[in-house]
Structure formats: C-alpha cells, structure tokens
C-alpha cells in the first residue's frame, strides 16, 4: 500500500514502495518519487537555488515532459517569427507564454531565476495569478525551443503562446486602467479629508491662513487626478464631439472643468467656495465604474482563447513509415493522425483504422462513450477513451467545429439587445436636456447678473450629475450579489438580475445540469451460484479493473479503495475491461462482454436503471452493477416552484430520446428535445426569442456556451466546464438546483428597489434643478444634495444584502 508512503520532496505525491530514489537536501536524503521529479530537484539544488524549497508556499507539479521531446517540439517554432511576440528595439522581443505550474511567488523567482541567467534574456516577469510569463529576449542568441526546455527541466510546462499580442494588450490595458484608479482614489481620500475641514469650518468659525493652506494643498493634489485620471474623459469627449456626436463623456468633462477652473479662480482671488473635492470624486467613481465595465469585456474575450485550448498542441503526424509531433494548428485536410488511447482528437476528421470509444461532450454535452469505427467521423476536442486509432484530417482548423463554436459564441456576445439599444437612444437625449438647460441657464444670468453666471451654471451640472441615477441600478445589484454570494451564487453580469425578472421560459440541459452527470452504483445483484463471493468482494475486483479505465462509467467505482498493485495484465476492450485480480482473469463490462456467456443471464431480473455492467470469469457471470446518473440535490423541489410561478420550462439535450424522456418524467418537466447538438440548441433558443419568449438558459457544458451567451439570461450549475462559466451571467457553486428558485426571489426583490432608487433620482433631479437654475442653490450645495441623494440610494440598496428570500418593501 502507498497511502502512507512518505511524500515526494519535490511533487509532494506519495513515494511507491518500490522507489528508492533521493536527493540530498540541507545534507540529508530526501525521497522523490520518479525520476523526472529526481532530476528536476538535482538541478534546483546544484544550481543553488535551493531557497525554492524553503520559501514555496505549495508543492511543484510533477514533472511529465521529457526534455529532449519538448526541445525538438519545440524546434519547429525557432524559425517562426510570428511566434517570438512583439518587436522592440535593438532586435529584442517581448513574449508572453502560457506556463502550467506555478503554485506561490517561489515558483515564479525559481523561473526568473533560471531564465535571466541565460544570455540573450533581458528580463522576465511572472504573473502567479495567471501564469503568464513575459519575457524580454533576443531571438539570434537565444532560440525559442531552449527556452521552452529549461521551463520544461525545472517542471513547467509551456504553452504555444496563442493570441499573445492581444492578450499582453489586455494585460496593458487593464493595468492602465487599475493604475488611474488608484491614483483617483488615493487623491479623493486625501482631499476628501481638507473638505471636511473646511466645511465644518464655515460653520464653526477657521482662520484664514488655515483655511488658505487647506485650498492649497487640495489644488495639489487635485491636479494629478485631473491629469492622469481624468484625462480619459477629455479623450472621449473629444472623441465624440469630432465625431459629430454628444456622448456622455461631454457633460462630465463640461462639469469636471467648470468645478476645476472655478475653484482654481476663487482660490487665486480669495473669494467664494472651492469644489476640488467634487471633481475627484466625481473622477474616482466614474473610474470605478469604467474599470468593472473593462474587466467584463476581457472576460468575454478570454472565451474565445478558452476554446482553443481545448484542443491538443500537438498532433502525431503519420508520415509514411514513420510519425513525428508537429503542432496541431499546422494540421491540413488529408493528413493522417495516430491518436492514443486517452489522447485529445486534434482536428475534425474520420477514422481509417482501428476502433475506440469517445467522448464527445464538447459536442453533445453528454459523457457517455461514443462507440466509433472505421470510417466513422470524429471531432476535435473528442477524448479517445479506449484504443489507438488513426484518423484523416477532414477540415481545416479555421473550419473545424471547435472554430465555428466560437464564432458562434463571438457573434451571440456581440449581437445588443433591444434594451441596449433603447438605453444607448435615451442616454443621448438625457445630455441633451441636461446641457440645454445648463446653457439656457448660462444665457439667463448673462443678461440678468453675470456674477451669478458661473455658480448657476455649476451648480445645475452638479445637481442635475446622474450620481443617483447612475448609482440606482449599480447599488442595488452589488448589494444583490453579495447576497446571492452568501447563498452560493456567483453573480458575474449585474444586468442579469433585472433581466431575470421578465424571464418566461427556463431552458435546461440535462446531463450535469438537472442530473448529477456521473454514474452511482444503485444496485449489486449477487449471482447465487457463486456464494464465494460477497458484495464487497465484488466491489474490490470491479474497482481494480475500472483503475487505468478512462471511462466515464470507472468514476462509480472512484471511493472503493484497492491496492494498484493486486491488478495485473489489464487491457480495455471496446465493450468493456478485462484483467488479472487474486491470479484469475476476470471481465467487467456489458452482457456481451461476458466470458462466457451463459443463459442463466436471461433469468435475472432486468437493470431498474437500463444500464448494467457485469463481472464474470471464465466459469460464468459473478455480479451484476445497475447504474445510473441520479438527479441532482433540490432538482424536483424546485422545478416544482419554478412551475407555480407560471414559467414555461423546457429540456433541450444533445442525449438520446429515452434518457431525457426518462428524466423529464421524473421532474415534471412535459416538454423536452433529445439530439440536439449546439447548432441545434442555438436555433432552437433563437426560435424561442422570435416568438417574443425571454429565456434563462441553464447549462454545464462546453457545448453549451453559445447558447448560454445567446440566451436572454444564463445559468451555468456546480461542476461546470471553465468555458461555460465563462458566458454564464450566474454560476451556482453550490450542488443544490434549489438555488435557481432563490435567484428569482432575489431578482424580484432587486427589481423592486430599483424601481425605488429611480424613482427618487428622478424625482430629486426634476425638483432640484429648477432651484439650481435660479440661483437659489449654491454649487456647494449641490454637491452637498448630490451626495446625500447618492447616500440614500446605497442605503436603500443596502436592504438587499441581507435579503435571503423574504420580501423587501
């Protein structure tokens, strides 16, 4: 047994006990538990670099790859300028590769270590959240492959750096981004303190020179805000002037400028009030709010990458006599491919030789195995689960099913909704309005008292800035979210929840979505012939055949414990697995799979469940396993509920006819579609939303992602695939499908105090400006209304973080 074997010193994995290699550390022996994990610690060691070990915060990953195989992978790529990342001065390139492996900060100085003591690198940064490794070097001193390769020997795997330019323009752009927020926060801090202090001291009584060094130090640090923080507001206001347009950048430039030149002029003069604090915070919040809106267009656009990698890097190119690994992106129609048995299909295609079982959830979202002989087509990014086959390429990679999906997904995430479309028509009139009456205002006291000018004018940009209104919508989903949090979901696009409102129709996946998408044991059924053997016997031997099993269905057996080494001569067949326990041979598999078969098989009663496997040997069948793919906790409790508020809900599934009639019977659910792949799925919803239905998609898979993107609101349940919680607008973390009732309630809740927040921003601003607009209001005194018009809408907001389904007035 290897359960208490004593843990590597480099992996952290259990040392088996025929292992008796070690490395000296500190000078002492210390166990590794394979050979790869052996020379990777040897060469951090006796390079001195052995503060990793000291220092790192988890185990390193165990080293796979083979050096010499990653270099000459890699050798193909030295030659391709496209692949060495942006140029830059005096023949040096910048580039940013993907690394599997990095743990903690100690991983990361153990790469830069390695690397910047090469010639021909200038400089190398890791990103431990991320793994991305960029790196500054000379393409004619130091070839790509070498650099993959020392990656490789000290336990990291690289990856193809694909769409590098636009992912270091992402990263660039989001730094940019965070650096002018943190510049507008800091400075609203600290001016927001001076501001206090010179608002109580119009009240309580403050000297001049106090008050006058107050006003100074707050111009100083105002005018860097201004500067770099608010220097993207400028930008697309002229932008959008030049265009012959008024956005909403013009009227906050207008207000931002106004506030600052005024304050400027009164402090040089000495006379009437300073507003630098107005303008930092108006800078601070609109940053916030263009940095959220940043990081959800990144992440719309990482899906795309996300596809990609679900696909192999590299192909095994049969090339007559002989194969080589040449990188699946260079695939073409008419090559030929061996895939080994647990290998990823690099490209659509059809099998010529050989036969296997695959799975083709990227497809269909269903994790049976697919039997698939010669001459039958296959698709990229479907696992090989059984034997070695070869396959002819059918499609280009640009036109591989995997390129269309995304497309698809690109063109859902793109498409504006009607709703988008009405906000982006209203929020052009409410400039217009606003600078109207701002300038009708300006016109006024020009004719009537020019003193009056500039604080009128002031004051009806500030009290009439949609702080309030801006806020009522953003306040009330943060809040929602954090409580949606506490319950187990994740909200990721705020705008959901209010959609989720006018939502009439619940499309659900099925397999993993409304069931648990693994297979259980539900029965064992003993042979009575065979009294030797009991139940957990039975158990044991299954387990041990099903242990170098890839198949979906060996995950039943995953929590019975064996010992690896009671297993010999194990080899998978395409209907099942056959091995050596306790010296006796032994089958586990379907009815034909028997050895031999016997007629006693027709007198046992049939699988409650429609799917068996069976143990024998060569003397007749021993057990029988019925299986089955259960619902998931909470699925029929809240199906139930969902019903009673009058939706309409539907299972549309890419598995077979009488699997989703069977779980349709079981939830209630009357109407459901079988067969489906994600072309299907995605005409099937764009039908839906022709007839004028607003649908929540519920899904888990990768072949679920368009559709979840092109829905009018998505879902996605516990266990799903990274790609699918990527265009999800929630992501329940939670197993129980009870939560999707919850969200309603909240959605419900938050719509109302939404409503309530508009209300009283809308109201507020047609009562104030008129006062503004007759001088009776100070520009102070606006900012001063704003701010508490503001306050109540968070804190009427704030009602909703401690909303767990009761109902908010």
């Not at 409304?514 to 012939?529: C, E, Q, W």
Request: with cysteine; charged share 20%; glycine share 8%.
């Amino acid at each position: 047994m290897i359960d208490n074997a004593p843990p590597c010193f480099h992996c952290g994995e259990p040392v088996p006990d025929a292992c008796q290699l070690t490395v000296e550390a500190d000078g002492q022996q210390m166990p590794v538990c394979c050979a790869g994990c052996e020379a990777v610690a040897n060469l951090i060691l006796q390079s001195g670099q052995s503060r990793y070990y000291q220092f790192r915060t988890a185990s390193a990953v165990r080293p796979n790859d083979d050096i010499a195989t990653v270099n000459t992978a890699w050798q193909r790529f030295d030659e391709r300028e496209s692949l060495w990342g942006s140029r830059l001065e005096n023949g040096h390139y910048e580039l940013l590769l993907q690394v599997e492996g990095i743990r903690c900060a100690a991983c990361a100085w153990l790469i830069r270590s390695q690397l910047e003591a090469r010639n021909g690198i200038q400089q190398v940064q890791v990103d431990v959240a991320t793994g991305f490794v960029r790196i500054n070097w000379q393409p004619t001193v130091l070839r790509l492959s070498k650099i993959a390769s020392i990656l490789a020997s000290i336990g990291y795997r690289p990856h193809l750096p694909l769409a590098g330019a636009e992912a270091m323009g992402r990263q660039e752009e989001r730094r940019e981004a965070l650096k002018r927020l943190g510049v507008a926060g800091l400075g609203m801090m600290q001016v927001m303190m001076y501001a206090v202090a010179l608002y109580a001291g119009e009240s309580m009584g403050i000297s001049e020179g106090s008050e006058r060094f107050l006003q100074w130090v707050s111009l100083i640090v105002t005018t860097p805000v201004l500067v770099y923080s608010g220097r993207v507001f400028y930008t697309s206001a002229w932008r959008s002037l030049s265009h012959r347009r008024v956005g909403m950048d013009v009227p906050v430039a207008l207000a931002i400028s106004i506030a600052f030149i005024m304050s400027c002029f009164n402090f040089l003069t000495g006379n009437g009030h300073v507003y630098f604090d107005s303008v930092v915070m108006f800078i601070f919040f609109l940053s916030l709010g263009r940095y959220a809106e940043l990081v959800i267009r990144h992440r719309n656009l990482q899906t795309g990458l996300a596809l990609a990698r679900l696909l192999p890097e590299w192909a095994e190119l049969i090339n007559g006599a002989r194969s080589e690994q040449v990188p699946a992106i260079d695939l073409r129609k008419h090559d030929q491919v061996r895939v080994r048995a647990g290998q990823t299909l690099p490209a659509d295609g059809r099998i010529i030789d050989g036969y296997t079982e695959v799975n083709e959830a990227l497809l269909t979202g269903e994790s049976q195995p697919v039997l698939k002989r010669c001459g039958d087509r296959v698709v990229a990014g479907s696992i090989n689960l059984s034997q070695t086959v070869s396959v002819e390429v059918t499609r280009d990679p640009d036109d591989s099913t995997v390129s269309v999906m995304g497309r698809m997904l690109l063109k859902s995430q793109t498409h504006r909704s009607r709703y988008a479309r009405l906000s982006e028509r209203y929020a052009g009139w409410f400039v217009a309005v606003v600078l109207t009456v701002a300038g009708l205002t300006a016109l006024w006291w020009l004719t009537h008292d020019i003193a009056m000018l500039l604080p009128a004018t002031l004051a009806v940009l500030v009290i009439s800035c949609p702080c309030a209104l801006s806020l009522a919508t953003p306040a009330a989903i943060a809040s929602s979210s954090r409580a949606l949090l506490e319950q187990g979901v994740l909200l990721t696009r705020g705008a959901a929840l209010e959609a989720l409102s006018h939502v009439d129709t619940i499309v659900f996946d099925k397999t993993g979505t409304l069931t648990s998408g693994s297979a259980v044991i539900k029965d064992t059924l003993l042979n009575p012939a065979r009294n030797s053997f009991n139940e957990s016997n039975v158990l044991r031997i299954a387990a041990l055949l099903e242990l170098n099993s890839s198949h979906p269905v060996a995950r039943a057996f995953a929590d019975v414990q064996v010992n690896r080494e009671e297993l010999s001569h194990a080899v998978n067949h395409e209907k099942g697995v056959q091995g050596r326990v306790d010296d006796t041979e032994y089958r586990l598999g379907n009815a034909t799979f028997l050895s031999p078969a016997h007629d006693e098989l027709a007198e046992t009663k049939p699988a409650a469940t429609g799917s068996s496997l069976w143990l024998s040997d060569a003397k007749g069948w021993i057990a029988r396993f019925d299986l089955d793919d259960g619902l998931r906790e909470g699925t029929i409790e809240s199906i139930a509920a969902l019903q009673s508020r009058g939706l309409d809900l539907v299972i549309l599934s890419g598995d077979q006819p009488t699997a989703v009639a069977s779980v349709a019977q079981r939830t209630g659910i009357s109407t459901w579609h079988a067969n489906h792949n994600p072309t299907m799925k995605m005409e099937f919803l764009q039908s839906l939303q022709t007839d004028g239905k607003n649908v929540l998609m519920v899904g888990d898979g990768i072949n679920d992602a368009p559709v979840l993107s092109a829905a009018n609101v998505s879902m996605t349940v516990s266990g799903a695939s990274e790609l699918a919680n990527s265009t999800a607008d929630f992501i329940l973390t939670g197993d129980s499908l009870g939560l999707v009732e919850g969200i309603f309630c909240v959605a419900v809740q938050t719509r109302k105090v939404i409503l309530q927040n508009l209300l009283w921003a809308l109201g507020y601003n047609i009562f104030a400006v008129p006062f503004a607009a007759a001088g009776l209001v100070v520009p102070w005194m606006a900012a001063l209304g704003m701010s508490l018009s503001s306050l109540l809408v968070v804190l009427n907001s704030g009602r909703l973080a401690t909303a767990k389904g009761a109902s908010v007035k």
